[in-house]
Protein backbone atom coordinates (compact mmCIF):
# COMPACT_ATOMS: atom_id res chain seq x y z
CA UNK A 1 0.00 0.00 0.00
CA UNK A 2 1.36 3.46 -0.86
CA UNK A 3 0.67 6.37 1.19
CA UNK A 4 1.37 9.98 0.88
CA UNK A 5 2.95 12.30 3.00
CA UNK A 6 4.99 15.26 2.81
CA UNK A 7 5.11 14.54 -0.87
CA UNK A 8 7.01 11.43 -0.33
CA UNK A 9 5.58 8.49 -1.12
CA UNK A 10 5.46 5.92 2.06
CA UNK A 11 5.45 1.99 1.16
CA UNK A 12 3.82 -0.14 3.82
CA UNK A 13 4.95 -3.39 3.87
CA UNK A 14 5.69 -6.17 6.26
CA UNK A 15 9.16 -6.58 6.13
CA UNK A 16 11.73 -4.41 4.32
CA UNK A 17 14.36 -6.16 3.68
CA UNK A 18 17.83 -4.52 3.29
CA UNK A 19 20.63 -5.93 0.69
CA UNK A 20 20.13 -8.78 -2.48
CA UNK A 21 22.99 -10.63 -1.67
CA UNK A 22 22.06 -14.20 -0.94
CA UNK A 23 20.62 -13.32 2.92
CA UNK A 24 18.11 -10.58 1.17
CA UNK A 25 17.11 -12.85 -1.78
CA UNK A 26 16.18 -15.49 0.32
CA UNK A 27 14.57 -14.03 2.90
CA UNK A 28 12.40 -12.26 0.20
CA UNK A 29 11.44 -15.72 -0.93
CA UNK A 30 10.81 -17.11 2.58
CA UNK A 31 8.79 -14.27 3.61
CA UNK A 32 7.11 -13.89 0.40
CA UNK A 33 5.93 -18.03 1.15
CA UNK A 34 4.84 -17.20 4.06
CA UNK A 35 2.41 -14.44 2.91
CA UNK A 36 4.46 -11.59 4.02
CA UNK A 37 4.41 -8.79 2.22
CA UNK A 38 8.21 -7.56 1.77
CA UNK A 39 10.46 -4.78 -0.14
CA UNK A 40 14.28 -5.77 -0.74
CA UNK A 41 16.02 -2.02 -0.96
CA UNK A 42 19.33 -2.59 -3.30
CA UNK A 43 22.18 0.27 -3.98
CA UNK A 44 23.11 -1.73 -6.73
CA UNK A 45 21.81 -2.17 -10.19
CA UNK A 46 21.66 -6.11 -9.63
CA UNK A 47 21.35 -8.76 -7.18
CA UNK A 48 24.01 -10.33 -6.19
CA UNK A 49 25.33 -8.74 -2.93
CA UNK A 50 29.06 -9.21 -2.66
CA UNK A 51 29.73 -11.10 -6.07
CA UNK A 52 28.10 -8.34 -7.44
CA UNK A 53 30.66 -5.71 -6.68
CA UNK A 54 34.02 -8.32 -6.09
CA UNK A 55 34.70 -8.35 -9.73
CA UNK A 56 38.29 -8.22 -9.45
CA UNK A 57 40.11 -10.38 -11.51
CA UNK A 58 40.68 -14.07 -10.19
CA UNK A 59 37.92 -13.59 -7.03
CA UNK A 60 36.31 -16.65 -6.23
CA UNK A 61 34.45 -18.72 -3.52
CA UNK A 62 36.47 -20.36 -0.97
CA UNK A 63 33.98 -23.23 0.09
CA UNK A 64 33.69 -25.83 -2.49
CA UNK A 65 30.97 -24.71 -4.81
CA UNK A 66 28.77 -27.48 -4.32
CA UNK A 67 28.33 -26.35 -0.62
CA UNK A 68 28.42 -22.87 -1.40
CA UNK A 69 24.85 -22.53 -2.66
CA UNK A 70 21.42 -22.66 -1.48
CA UNK A 71 20.09 -26.04 -0.57
CA UNK A 72 16.09 -24.99 0.54
CA UNK A 73 15.03 -26.26 -2.94
CA UNK A 74 15.85 -29.39 -3.98
CA UNK A 75 14.43 -28.66 -7.71
CA UNK A 76 16.86 -25.50 -8.01
CA UNK A 77 19.63 -27.58 -6.26
CA UNK A 78 19.17 -30.39 -9.08
CA UNK A 79 18.84 -27.38 -12.10
CA UNK A 80 22.15 -25.49 -11.23
CA UNK A 81 25.86 -27.05 -12.18
CA UNK A 82 28.82 -25.68 -10.81
CA UNK A 83 31.63 -25.75 -13.56
CA UNK A 84 34.39 -26.42 -10.99
CA UNK A 85 35.16 -26.46 -7.13
CA UNK A 86 35.98 -22.97 -6.88
CA UNK A 87 34.32 -20.62 -9.33
CA UNK A 88 34.55 -17.28 -10.63
CA UNK A 89 32.69 -14.78 -9.67
CA UNK A 90 31.15 -14.11 -12.49
CA UNK A 91 29.41 -18.02 -12.53
CA UNK A 92 28.40 -17.05 -8.97
CA UNK A 93 26.76 -13.64 -10.06
CA UNK A 94 25.19 -15.92 -12.84
CA UNK A 95 23.95 -18.17 -10.14
CA UNK A 96 21.95 -15.45 -7.57
CA UNK A 97 20.80 -13.92 -11.16
CA UNK A 98 19.10 -17.55 -11.97
CA UNK A 99 17.79 -17.94 -8.52
CA UNK A 100 16.12 -14.51 -8.79
CA UNK A 101 14.98 -15.25 -12.25
CA UNK A 102 13.64 -18.86 -10.87
CA UNK A 103 11.50 -17.21 -8.24
CA UNK A 104 10.61 -14.28 -9.80
CA UNK A 105 12.42 -11.81 -7.12
CA UNK A 106 13.42 -9.36 -8.79
CA UNK A 107 9.34 -7.66 -8.48
CA UNK A 108 10.19 -6.83 -4.72
CA UNK A 109 13.81 -5.64 -5.11
CA UNK A 110 13.72 -1.86 -5.46
CA UNK A 111 17.47 -1.61 -6.88
CA UNK A 112 19.87 1.41 -7.48
CA UNK A 113 18.62 2.83 -4.08
CA UNK A 114 20.35 3.17 -0.80
CA UNK A 115 18.75 3.00 2.58
CA UNK A 116 19.87 6.46 4.68
CA UNK A 117 18.03 5.54 7.78
CA UNK A 118 16.09 3.16 9.82
CA UNK A 119 13.84 4.03 12.98
CA UNK A 120 12.10 2.38 14.93
CA UNK A 121 8.69 4.49 16.03
CA UNK A 122 7.38 3.18 18.82
CA UNK A 123 3.69 4.70 19.00
CA UNK A 124 2.82 2.82 15.89
CA UNK A 125 5.40 -0.44 16.64
CA UNK A 126 6.71 0.12 12.97
CA UNK A 127 9.97 1.18 11.32
CA UNK A 128 10.37 4.67 9.01
CA UNK A 129 13.08 3.53 6.59
CA UNK A 130 14.48 6.63 4.96
CA UNK A 131 16.04 5.45 1.31
CA UNK A 132 17.96 7.79 -0.42
CA UNK A 133 15.32 8.27 -3.43
CA UNK A 134 13.50 10.33 -0.78
CA UNK A 135 10.68 7.53 -0.25
CA UNK A 136 10.00 6.20 3.25
CA UNK A 137 9.17 2.80 3.99
CA UNK A 138 6.93 2.10 6.99
CA UNK A 139 7.47 -1.49 7.59
CA UNK A 140 6.56 -4.01 10.54
CA UNK A 141 9.91 -5.99 10.46
CA UNK A 142 12.77 -4.51 10.00
CA UNK A 143 15.68 -6.88 8.17
CA UNK A 144 19.16 -6.53 7.24
CA UNK A 145 20.84 -8.25 4.67
CA UNK A 146 24.02 -5.93 4.41
CA UNK A 147 26.76 -8.44 4.19
CA UNK A 148 29.62 -8.86 6.83
CA UNK A 149 32.51 -8.05 4.46
CA UNK A 150 30.88 -5.25 2.19
CA UNK A 151 32.28 -1.82 3.37
CA UNK A 152 35.31 -1.28 1.36
CA UNK A 153 37.95 0.13 3.27
CA UNK A 154 40.11 2.72 1.40
CA UNK A 155 43.24 3.52 3.67
CA UNK A 156 43.72 6.94 3.81
CA UNK A 157 46.79 7.82 1.96
CA UNK A 158 47.92 10.82 1.19
CA UNK A 159 47.61 12.03 -2.74
CA UNK A 160 45.34 9.20 -4.28
CA UNK A 161 44.07 12.46 -6.16
CA UNK A 162 47.12 13.41 -7.35
CA UNK A 163 47.64 10.03 -9.09
CA UNK A 164 47.58 10.02 -12.99
CA UNK A 165 47.11 6.50 -13.36
CA UNK A 166 43.91 4.52 -12.67
CA UNK A 167 43.52 2.59 -9.21
CA UNK A 168 40.71 0.53 -8.33
CA UNK A 169 39.27 -1.07 -5.17
CA UNK A 170 38.76 -4.80 -5.38
CA UNK A 171 35.58 -4.33 -3.81
CA UNK A 172 34.48 -2.13 -5.73
CA UNK A 173 35.76 -3.30 -9.29
CA UNK A 174 34.28 -1.38 -12.33
CA UNK A 175 32.37 -3.64 -14.82
CA UNK A 176 34.30 -3.61 -17.97
CA UNK A 177 37.42 -5.45 -17.81
CA UNK A 178 40.72 -3.34 -16.74
CA UNK A 179 43.36 -4.15 -19.01
CA UNK A 180 46.68 -4.36 -17.50
CA UNK A 181 48.11 -5.22 -20.75
CA UNK A 182 52.34 -3.67 -21.09
CA UNK A 183 51.09 -1.25 -17.58
CA UNK A 184 53.33 -1.21 -14.62
CA UNK A 185 50.91 -2.46 -11.79
CA UNK A 186 50.81 -2.05 -7.90
CA UNK A 187 48.77 -4.12 -6.02
CA UNK A 188 48.60 -3.39 -1.96
CA UNK A 189 47.16 -5.59 0.26
CA UNK A 190 47.53 -9.83 0.19
CA UNK A 191 44.48 -10.50 1.76
CA UNK A 192 42.12 -13.22 0.05
CA UNK A 193 41.51 -10.70 -2.45
CA UNK A 194 44.91 -9.58 -3.53
CA UNK A 195 46.36 -13.69 -2.95
CA UNK A 196 43.47 -14.17 -5.92
CA UNK A 197 44.05 -11.40 -7.69
CA UNK A 198 47.92 -10.60 -7.77
CA UNK A 199 48.75 -13.99 -10.02
CA UNK A 200 46.36 -13.19 -12.40
CA UNK A 201 47.01 -9.67 -12.60
CA UNK A 202 51.13 -10.53 -13.16
CA UNK A 203 49.89 -12.76 -16.09
CA UNK A 204 48.90 -9.48 -17.81
CA UNK A 205 50.88 -6.79 -16.58
CA UNK A 206 54.42 -5.50 -17.74
CA UNK A 207 55.64 -5.66 -14.05
CA UNK A 208 53.58 -5.94 -10.74
CA UNK A 209 54.80 -4.33 -8.03
CA UNK A 210 53.15 -5.96 -4.27
CA UNK A 211 52.95 -3.67 -1.37
CA UNK A 212 52.72 -6.71 1.41
CA UNK A 213 52.21 -5.10 4.54
CA UNK A 214 51.95 -8.44 6.59
CA UNK A 215 52.40 -11.48 4.67
CA UNK A 216 49.83 -14.53 4.77
CA UNK A 217 49.05 -17.91 5.28
CA UNK A 218 47.72 -19.57 2.08
CA UNK A 219 47.57 -23.09 0.87
CA UNK A 220 46.38 -24.54 -2.73
CA UNK A 221 42.65 -24.14 -3.54
CA UNK A 222 43.54 -27.32 -6.40
CA UNK A 223 40.91 -25.72 -8.43
CA UNK A 224 39.71 -28.15 -11.02
CA UNK A 225 36.71 -28.86 -13.38
CA UNK A 226 33.76 -30.93 -12.50
CA UNK A 227 33.42 -34.02 -14.13
CA UNK A 228 29.98 -34.71 -15.04
CA UNK A 229 29.71 -37.99 -12.91
CA UNK A 230 30.52 -35.97 -10.00
CA UNK A 231 27.91 -33.92 -10.93
CA UNK A 232 25.21 -36.49 -11.04
CA UNK A 233 26.52 -38.07 -8.00
CA UNK A 234 26.18 -34.83 -5.94
CA UNK A 235 22.67 -34.08 -7.34
CA UNK A 236 21.75 -37.30 -6.80
CA UNK A 237 22.49 -36.90 -3.23
CA UNK A 238 21.12 -33.55 -2.56
CA UNK A 239 19.31 -34.64 0.59
CA UNK A 240 22.75 -35.75 1.89
CA UNK A 241 24.88 -32.48 0.92
CA UNK A 242 21.86 -30.35 2.57
CA UNK A 243 22.01 -32.54 5.77
CA UNK A 244 25.76 -31.79 5.54
CA UNK A 245 25.37 -27.81 5.49
CA UNK A 246 23.13 -28.08 8.36
CA UNK A 247 24.83 -30.33 10.49
CA UNK A 248 28.89 -29.96 10.16
CA UNK A 249 30.67 -27.55 11.91
CA UNK A 250 31.49 -25.12 9.45
CA UNK A 251 28.81 -26.35 6.86
CA UNK A 252 30.73 -27.91 4.36
CA UNK A 253 30.62 -31.67 4.77
CA UNK A 254 33.93 -31.69 6.71
CA UNK A 255 34.03 -32.51 10.34
CA UNK A 256 37.22 -31.96 12.23
CA UNK A 257 39.48 -34.74 12.90
CA UNK A 258 39.35 -36.11 16.27
CA UNK A 259 43.10 -35.35 17.24
CA UNK A 260 45.08 -33.44 18.72
CA UNK A 261 47.90 -32.18 16.56
CA UNK A 262 50.14 -32.61 19.98
CA UNK A 263 49.44 -36.41 19.67
CA UNK A 264 50.91 -36.83 16.63
CA UNK A 265 54.76 -37.77 16.02
CA UNK A 266 56.37 -35.56 13.66
CA UNK A 267 56.04 -38.07 10.60
CA UNK A 268 52.80 -38.72 11.29
CA UNK A 269 51.95 -34.96 11.54
CA UNK A 270 54.06 -34.10 8.07
CA UNK A 271 51.87 -37.09 6.78
CA UNK A 272 48.49 -35.89 7.86
CA UNK A 273 49.58 -32.01 6.67
CA UNK A 274 51.03 -33.51 3.21
CA UNK A 275 47.83 -34.94 2.68
CA UNK A 276 45.83 -31.99 3.36
CA UNK A 277 47.99 -29.67 1.47
CA UNK A 278 47.51 -32.06 -1.36
CA UNK A 279 44.12 -31.95 -1.34
CA UNK A 280 43.98 -28.44 -1.36
CA UNK A 281 41.56 -25.81 0.35
CA UNK A 282 40.71 -26.02 3.82
CA UNK A 283 41.32 -29.43 4.42
CA UNK A 284 44.49 -28.59 6.85
CA UNK A 285 42.10 -26.55 8.89
CA UNK A 286 40.23 -29.93 9.48
CA UNK A 287 43.53 -32.14 10.05
CA UNK A 288 43.27 -31.80 13.70
CA UNK A 289 40.58 -30.41 16.11
CA UNK A 290 43.06 -28.06 18.18
CA UNK A 291 44.83 -26.00 15.84
CA UNK A 292 42.73 -22.54 16.94
CA UNK A 293 43.31 -23.20 20.56
CA UNK A 294 46.69 -24.61 20.90
CA UNK A 295 49.41 -22.37 20.49
CA UNK A 296 51.97 -25.13 20.55
CA UNK A 297 50.44 -27.08 17.70
CA UNK A 298 49.47 -24.22 16.02
CA UNK A 299 52.89 -23.04 15.50
CA UNK A 300 53.73 -26.40 14.04
CA UNK A 301 50.84 -25.95 11.20
CA UNK A 302 53.01 -22.92 10.73
CA UNK A 303 55.94 -24.19 10.31
CA UNK A 304 54.78 -27.00 7.94
CA UNK A 305 53.08 -23.78 5.88
CA UNK A 306 55.81 -21.54 5.85
CA UNK A 307 58.24 -24.89 4.93
CA UNK A 308 56.12 -24.55 2.08
CA UNK A 309 56.37 -21.03 0.83
CA UNK A 310 60.33 -21.72 1.27
CA UNK A 311 60.14 -25.04 -1.12
CA UNK A 312 58.28 -22.93 -3.97
CA UNK A 313 59.36 -19.61 -4.17
CA UNK A 314 63.04 -19.23 -5.29
CA UNK A 315 64.57 -15.95 -4.08
CA UNK A 316 65.40 -16.49 -0.67
CA UNK A 317 64.89 -12.96 0.27
CA UNK A 318 61.45 -12.97 -1.12
CA UNK A 319 60.74 -16.42 0.50
CA UNK A 320 61.63 -14.78 3.59
CA UNK A 321 59.46 -11.81 3.36
CA UNK A 322 56.71 -13.91 2.28
CA UNK A 323 56.75 -15.96 5.76
CA UNK A 324 53.84 -15.25 8.20
CA UNK A 325 54.48 -14.70 11.34
CA UNK A 326 50.87 -14.84 13.30
CA UNK A 327 48.95 -17.91 14.10
CA UNK A 328 47.72 -20.08 11.18
CA UNK A 329 43.99 -20.16 10.56
CA UNK A 330 43.20 -16.55 12.69
CA UNK A 331 43.29 -14.76 9.75
CA UNK A 332 40.39 -15.86 7.52
CA UNK A 333 42.34 -18.98 5.75
CA UNK A 334 43.19 -18.12 1.94
CA UNK A 335 43.46 -20.69 -0.78
CA UNK A 336 45.00 -19.74 -3.94
CA UNK A 337 45.90 -20.59 -7.01
CA UNK A 338 49.49 -20.32 -7.87
CA UNK A 339 50.02 -17.18 -5.32
CA UNK A 340 53.71 -18.21 -4.07
CA UNK A 341 54.70 -19.22 -7.64
CA UNK A 342 53.96 -16.14 -9.18
CA UNK A 343 57.20 -14.79 -6.98
CA UNK A 344 59.06 -16.72 -9.24
CA UNK A 345 57.91 -14.88 -12.35
CA UNK A 346 60.55 -12.09 -13.81
CA UNK A 347 58.10 -9.39 -13.69
CA UNK A 348 56.66 -9.13 -10.05
CA UNK A 349 58.38 -7.84 -7.08
CA UNK A 350 57.54 -8.03 -3.57
CA UNK A 351 57.73 -4.51 -0.99
CA UNK A 352 57.30 -4.84 2.46
CA UNK A 353 55.70 -1.91 3.73
CA UNK A 354 55.48 -2.88 7.60
CA UNK A 355 59.51 -2.16 6.89
CA UNK A 356 58.91 1.15 4.84
CA UNK A 357 55.29 2.26 4.93
CA UNK A 358 53.91 3.47 2.07
CA UNK A 359 54.06 7.44 2.73
CA UNK A 360 52.04 9.00 -0.19
CA UNK A 361 50.49 8.67 -3.54
CA UNK A 362 52.61 10.79 -5.76
CA UNK A 363 51.47 12.15 -9.97
CA UNK A 364 53.37 8.98 -11.33
CA UNK A 365 52.81 6.38 -8.12
CA UNK A 366 53.56 4.88 -4.25
CA UNK A 367 56.30 6.39 -2.37
CA UNK A 368 57.39 4.52 0.68
CA UNK A 369 59.84 5.31 2.91
CA UNK A 370 62.56 3.93 1.03
CA UNK A 371 61.65 5.19 -2.95
CA UNK A 372 59.39 6.02 -4.81
CA UNK A 373 57.68 3.20 -7.88
CA UNK A 374 56.22 4.20 -10.48
CA UNK A 375 52.95 3.04 -11.57
CA UNK A 376 50.18 3.05 -13.95
CA UNK A 377 47.85 1.44 -11.93
CA UNK A 378 46.70 0.91 -8.45
CA UNK A 379 44.87 -1.99 -7.04
CA UNK A 380 43.76 -1.56 -3.45
CA UNK A 381 42.84 -4.82 -2.34
CA UNK A 382 42.90 -3.30 1.08
CA UNK A 383 39.59 -5.42 2.28
CA UNK A 384 37.05 -4.25 4.41
CA UNK A 385 35.47 -2.77 7.83
CA UNK A 386 34.07 -5.89 8.51
CA UNK A 387 30.92 -7.15 10.87
CA UNK A 388 29.75 -3.76 11.69
CA UNK A 389 30.81 -1.39 9.13
CA UNK A 390 28.00 -1.56 6.77
CA UNK A 391 25.51 -1.79 9.89
CA UNK A 392 26.75 1.62 11.32
CA UNK A 393 26.37 3.02 7.14
CA UNK A 394 23.20 3.24 7.86
CA UNK A 395 22.16 5.21 10.91
CA UNK A 396 19.37 3.08 12.57
CA UNK A 397 17.66 3.96 15.90
CA UNK A 398 15.46 1.88 18.02
CA UNK A 399 13.64 2.81 21.59
CA UNK A 400 14.25 6.44 22.26
CA UNK A 401 16.57 7.56 19.42
CA UNK A 402 19.57 5.44 20.35
CA UNK A 403 21.39 4.47 17.51
CA UNK A 404 22.78 1.00 17.36
CA UNK A 405 26.02 2.61 16.90
CA UNK A 406 26.05 4.31 20.53
CA UNK A 407 24.20 1.00 21.55
CA UNK A 408 27.95 -0.79 20.67
CA UNK A 409 30.04 1.77 21.83
CA UNK A 410 31.30 2.50 18.35
CA UNK A 411 31.32 -0.82 17.79
CA UNK A 412 33.69 -1.27 20.93
CA UNK A 413 31.07 -3.94 23.13
CA UNK A 414 28.72 -5.26 20.30
CA UNK A 415 25.68 -6.62 22.67
CA UNK A 416 23.19 -8.74 20.65
CA UNK A 417 20.52 -11.97 21.46
CA UNK A 418 22.38 -15.04 19.04
CA UNK A 419 23.68 -12.54 16.62
CA UNK A 420 20.40 -11.87 15.48
CA UNK A 421 18.60 -9.33 17.58
CA UNK A 422 19.45 -6.49 20.01
CA UNK A 423 17.57 -5.47 22.72
CA UNK A 424 16.49 -1.35 22.03
CA UNK A 425 15.44 -2.43 18.44
CA UNK A 426 12.55 -4.65 18.64
CA UNK A 427 10.98 -5.95 15.75
CA UNK A 428 14.43 -5.89 14.15
CA UNK A 429 16.93 -8.96 12.85
CA UNK A 430 20.19 -9.31 11.67
CA UNK A 431 21.08 -11.67 8.98
CA UNK A 432 24.46 -13.21 9.80
CA UNK A 433 25.14 -10.28 12.22
CA UNK A 434 27.63 -9.79 15.09
CA UNK A 435 28.11 -12.66 17.42
CA UNK A 436 26.78 -15.50 14.92
CA UNK A 437 28.87 -17.51 13.50
CA UNK A 438 28.61 -16.09 9.81
CA UNK A 439 32.29 -15.63 8.45
CA UNK A 440 33.54 -18.54 10.31
CA UNK A 441 32.69 -21.17 7.42
CA UNK A 442 30.26 -20.89 4.31
CA UNK A 443 28.30 -18.06 4.49
CA UNK A 444 25.36 -19.57 2.40
CA UNK A 445 25.03 -22.28 5.17
CA UNK A 446 25.16 -19.47 7.62
CA UNK A 447 22.61 -17.60 5.95
CA UNK A 448 19.86 -20.34 5.14
CA UNK A 449 20.00 -20.81 8.87
CA UNK A 450 19.31 -17.23 9.61
CA UNK A 451 16.91 -16.74 7.11
CA UNK A 452 14.76 -20.17 7.77
CA UNK A 453 14.39 -19.19 11.72
CA UNK A 454 13.57 -15.49 11.21
CA UNK A 455 10.30 -16.52 8.79
CA UNK A 456 9.71 -19.12 11.54
CA UNK A 457 9.76 -16.21 13.83
CA UNK A 458 7.62 -13.84 12.32
CA UNK A 459 4.98 -16.86 10.81
CA UNK A 460 4.85 -17.85 15.38
CA UNK A 461 4.31 -14.48 15.98
CA UNK A 462 1.51 -13.58 13.36
CA UNK A 463 0.22 -16.81 14.31
CA UNK A 464 0.30 -15.51 17.90
CA UNK A 465 -1.04 -12.30 17.39
CA UNK A 466 2.04 -11.01 19.32
CA UNK A 467 3.10 -7.40 17.97
CA UNK A 468 6.71 -7.15 19.19
CA UNK A 469 9.58 -9.24 19.64
CA UNK A 470 12.36 -8.01 21.66
CA UNK A 471 15.25 -9.68 23.56
CA UNK A 472 15.67 -9.03 27.37
CA UNK A 473 18.72 -7.24 28.26
CA UNK A 474 19.71 -10.14 30.46
CA UNK A 475 19.59 -12.63 27.32
CA UNK A 476 21.43 -10.19 25.58
CA UNK A 477 24.06 -10.05 28.26
CA UNK A 478 24.84 -13.59 28.70
CA UNK A 479 25.20 -14.28 24.62
CA UNK A 480 27.47 -11.56 24.14
CA UNK A 481 29.64 -12.83 27.33
CA UNK A 482 29.16 -16.59 26.08
CA UNK A 483 30.77 -15.09 22.84
CA UNK A 484 33.64 -13.13 24.35
CA UNK A 485 34.32 -16.13 26.56
CA UNK A 486 34.70 -18.94 23.56
CA UNK A 487 36.40 -16.13 21.44
CA UNK A 488 39.19 -15.62 24.61
CA UNK A 489 39.54 -19.38 24.72
CA UNK A 490 41.24 -18.86 21.21
CA UNK A 491 44.21 -17.42 19.44
CA UNK A 492 42.00 -15.44 16.76
CA UNK A 493 41.92 -12.81 19.66
CA UNK A 494 45.65 -12.72 19.86
CA UNK A 495 46.09 -11.71 15.73
CA UNK A 496 45.44 -8.57 13.95
CA UNK A 497 42.90 -9.11 11.51
CA UNK A 498 39.59 -7.86 9.84
CA UNK A 499 38.18 -9.99 12.59
CA UNK A 500 39.17 -8.10 15.61
CA UNK A 501 38.92 -5.22 13.71
CA UNK A 502 42.38 -4.11 13.88
CA UNK A 503 42.31 -3.56 10.48
CA UNK A 504 40.41 0.06 10.64
CA UNK A 505 42.31 2.77 12.10
CA UNK A 506 40.74 3.90 15.22
CA UNK A 507 38.22 0.93 14.88
CA UNK A 508 38.28 -0.58 18.46
CA UNK A 509 39.18 -4.41 18.57
CA UNK A 510 36.84 -6.87 19.65
CA UNK A 511 36.03 -10.19 18.06
CA UNK A 512 32.21 -9.77 17.36
CA UNK A 513 31.79 -13.59 15.99
CA UNK A 514 30.50 -17.07 17.62
CA UNK A 515 33.08 -19.44 17.38
CA UNK A 516 31.24 -22.35 18.48
CA UNK A 517 30.31 -23.89 15.51
CA UNK A 518 27.25 -23.60 12.82
CA UNK A 519 25.94 -27.31 14.18
CA UNK A 520 26.03 -26.04 18.07
CA UNK A 521 25.00 -22.87 17.26
CA UNK A 522 21.94 -23.69 15.04
CA UNK A 523 20.98 -26.08 17.86
CA UNK A 524 20.75 -23.44 20.25
CA UNK A 525 18.98 -21.12 18.15
CA UNK A 526 16.18 -23.70 17.38
CA UNK A 527 15.71 -24.54 21.36
CA UNK A 528 15.73 -20.50 22.07
CA UNK A 529 12.63 -21.12 19.14
CA UNK A 530 11.23 -24.44 20.83
CA UNK A 531 11.14 -23.21 24.13
CA UNK A 532 8.50 -20.33 23.28
CA UNK A 533 11.61 -17.69 21.84
CA UNK A 534 13.18 -17.88 25.36
CA UNK A 535 15.14 -14.90 26.54
CA UNK A 536 12.96 -12.59 24.16
CA UNK A 537 9.80 -10.57 25.46
CA UNK A 538 6.66 -10.88 23.27
CA UNK A 539 3.99 -8.65 23.61
CA UNK A 540 0.89 -9.30 22.41
CA UNK A 541 -1.13 -6.86 20.19
CA UNK A 542 -4.24 -5.42 22.14
CA UNK A 543 -7.26 -6.35 20.85
CA UNK A 544 -10.01 -4.36 19.47
CA UNK A 545 -13.09 -4.98 19.99
CA UNK A 546 -15.25 -4.33 17.05
CA UNK A 547 -17.83 -1.78 17.66
P1 LIG B 1 41.71 -8.45 4.00
O1 LIG B 1 41.80 -9.88 4.27
O2 LIG B 1 41.33 -7.53 5.11
O3 LIG B 1 43.12 -7.99 3.41
C1 LIG B 1 43.44 -6.64 3.22
C2 LIG B 1 44.91 -6.50 2.95
O4 LIG B 1 45.23 -5.12 2.76
C3 LIG B 1 45.78 -6.98 4.09
O5 LIG B 1 46.93 -7.55 3.57
C4 LIG B 1 46.08 -5.68 4.82
O6 LIG B 1 47.25 -5.74 5.59
C5 LIG B 1 46.26 -4.75 3.66
N1 LIG B 1 46.11 -3.35 4.01
C6 LIG B 1 45.02 -2.75 4.53
N2 LIG B 1 45.27 -1.44 4.70
C7 LIG B 1 46.53 -1.23 4.29
C8 LIG B 1 47.37 -0.08 4.23
N3 LIG B 1 46.93 1.11 4.66
N4 LIG B 1 48.62 -0.23 3.76
C9 LIG B 1 49.05 -1.43 3.35
N5 LIG B 1 48.32 -2.55 3.38
C10 LIG B 1 47.07 -2.45 3.85
O7 LIG B 1 40.70 -8.13 2.81
P2 LIG B 1 40.41 -9.00 1.51
O8 LIG B 1 39.56 -8.17 0.63
O9 LIG B 1 41.64 -9.54 0.94
O10 LIG B 1 39.61 -10.21 2.05
C11 LIG B 1 38.45 -10.01 2.87
C12 LIG B 1 37.65 -11.26 2.94
O11 LIG B 1 36.89 -11.42 1.74
C13 LIG B 1 38.41 -12.54 3.03
O12 LIG B 1 38.86 -12.80 4.30
C14 LIG B 1 37.43 -13.57 2.53
O13 LIG B 1 36.57 -13.95 3.56
C15 LIG B 1 36.66 -12.82 1.50
P3 LIG B 1 47.16 -6.17 7.16
O14 LIG B 1 46.95 -7.66 7.15
O15 LIG B 1 45.97 -5.44 7.73
O16 LIG B 1 48.44 -5.73 7.73
Known sequence: MTLKQQNNPITEVDAVVIGAGFSGLYMLYRLREAGFSTKVVEAASGVGGVWYWNRYPGARCDSESIYYNYSFSEELYKEWTWSSRYPEQPEILRYLNFV??????????????????????????????????????????????????????LPNIKGVDQFKGGWYHTGHWPHEKVDFTGKRVGVIGTGSSGIQSIPVIAKEAAHLTVFQRTPQFSVP????????????????????????MRETPIGVGAQYRDRSILDDTPEERQKVLQEAWDKGGWH????????????????????????????????????????PDHYYGTKRAIIDTDYFETYNRDNV???????????????????????EYELDVIVFATGFDGMTGSLFKIDIKGRDGVSLKEKWENGAQTRTYLGLTTAGFPNMFMLTGPESPSVLGNMPAAIEQHVEWVSDCLEHLRENNVAVIEPEGKAEDEWSHHCRELADATLYVKTDSWYTGANIPGKARG????????????????????KDYEGFSLTVAEQTTPS
Open 221 to 244: AKNRPYDPEFIRQTKENYQEIRRQ
Open 100 to 153: ADKFDLRKDIQFNTRVNSAAYDEEQNRWQVQLDSGELVSAKYFITGVGCISTAN
Open 349 to 371: SLVDVKKAPIQEITENGIRTADG
Open 284 to 323: ILFAYNDLITNEEGNKLVADFVRSKIQEIVKDPETAAKLA
Open 511 to 530: FQIYVGGYAPYRQICDEVAE
